[in-house]
């Protein structure tokens, strides 16, 4: 049996990789096929807590550039991201790993209220942990979540699944030359506005040495192979 890399982790799922190619709402063949891919994790011992996004269903940004007051608009895609946060952990529990979802917005009827000790508690009665509703405020992404999550539950990596293998110096679906960096610091990403995610949460990692890495989540196996150090991807952590 292959051996874990790292202990605890917090995988970042986009609400768009959980829509596949229609686009919108929730494709149930590729939340199978995560949940497979996270009980192969599980079976080697790595703590999984799960960040998942909500784009698939609603984006906060897109209905205030309709004229949607901001904060409204992304309190309606926090209650997205609990959507996708229970269809998740249904998958699960369907492939026998033992779940909690945790919401930064009360809804007691069927979540748990984030707690940061009861968090950690379930992790290591190697429970999977989904948080959902993002950070509970506005104008916060559920990338600053992943972040602000992982250094309260003192996550050894953030994995951020993407559709593309990594990250590029330009966007690869438009740009068939894009180059892949197999690897960058945290102030190449700032500076260079890469977009491996937004600015507060790559500094969020930065200040708190919490290494990213960015893979194709298309790719079957690749949590996996992320988490017993396989060399996939692109790895962002500090310059040392």
Same mark, same amino acid.
């Given at each position: 049996?292959?051996?874990?890399?790292?202990?605890?982790?917090?995988?970042?799922?986009? #609400?768009?990789?959980? /829509?596949?190619?229609? +686009?919108? =709402?929730?494709?149930?063949?590729? *939340?199978?096929?995560? $949940? @497979?891919?996270?009980?192969?994790?599980?079976?080697? #011992?790595?703590?999984? /807590?799960?960040?998942? +996004?909500? =784009?698939?269903?609603?984006?906060? *940004?897109?209905?205030? $550039? @309709?004229?949607?007051?901001?904060?409204?608009?992304?309190?309606?895609?926090?209650?997205?991201?609990?959507?996708?946060?229970?269809?998740?952990?249904?998958?699960?529990?369907?492939?026998?790993?033992?779940?909690?979802?945790?919401?930064?917005?009360?809804?007691?009827?069927?979540?748990?209220?984030?707690?940061?000790?009861?968090?950690?508690?379930?992790?290591?009665?190697?429970?999977?942990?989904?948080?959902?509703?993002?950070?509970?405020?506005?104008?916060?992404?559920?990338?600053?979540?992943?972040?602000?999550?992982?250094?309260?539950?003192?996550?050894?990596?953030?994995?951020?699944?993407?559709?593309?293998?990594?990250?590029?110096?330009?966007?690869?679906?438009?740009?068939?030359?894009?180059?892949?960096?197999?690897?960058?610091?945290?102030?190449?990403?700032?500076?260079?506005?890469?977009?491996?995610?937004?600015?507060?949460?790559?500094?969020?990692?930065?200040?708190?040495?919490?290494?990213?890495?960015?893979?194709?989540?298309?790719?079957?196996?690749?949590?996996?192979?992320?988490?017993?150090?396989?060399?996939?991807?692109?790895?962002?952590?500090?310059?040392?």
């Amino acid at each position: 049996m292959s051996e874990a890399k790292f202990n605890r982790i917090i995988l970042k799922l986009s #609400g768009e990789a959980l /829509a596949g190619e229609q +686009g919108f =709402g929730i494709n149930q063949d590729i *939340i199978n096929n995560i $949940a @497979k891919q996270v009980k192969d994790v599980h079976k080697i #011992g790595v703590q999984v /807590a799960i960040v998942v +996004g909500g =784009g698939n269903i609603w984006r906060g *940004i897109a209905g205030s $550039a @309709k004229g949607m007051d901001r904060a409204t608009a992304d309190y309606m895609g926090m209650l997205a991201t609990v959507m996708n946060a229970l269809a998740l952990q249904d998958a699960l529990e369907e492939q026998e790993v033992d779940t909690r979802v945790q919401t930064a917005i009360e809804m007691r009827q069927v979540a748990e209220p984030y707690i940061r000790r009861k968090a950690i508690r379930h992790l290591e009665k190697n429970r999977v942990v989904i948080f959902a509703s993002g950070t509970g405020n506005p104008y916060f992404s559920t990338d600053t979540a992943s972040a602000l999550r992982a250094a309260e539950i003192e996550a050894d990596v953030i994995l951020m699944a993407k559709k593309v293998d990594g990250v590029f110096d330009s966007d690869p679906v438009k740009n068939p030359d894009a180059v892949m960096y197999k690897e960058l610091s945290y102030l190449d990403v700032l500076n260079k506005g890469l977009g491996v995610m937004d600015s507060t949460a790559a500094s969020l990692c930065m200040d708190n040495n919490i290494p990213i890495i960015v893979f194709n989540l298309e790719q079957n196996g690749n949590i996996f192979r992320a988490c017993i150090g396989e060399k996939i991807g692109t790895i962002v952590g500090s310059d040392e």
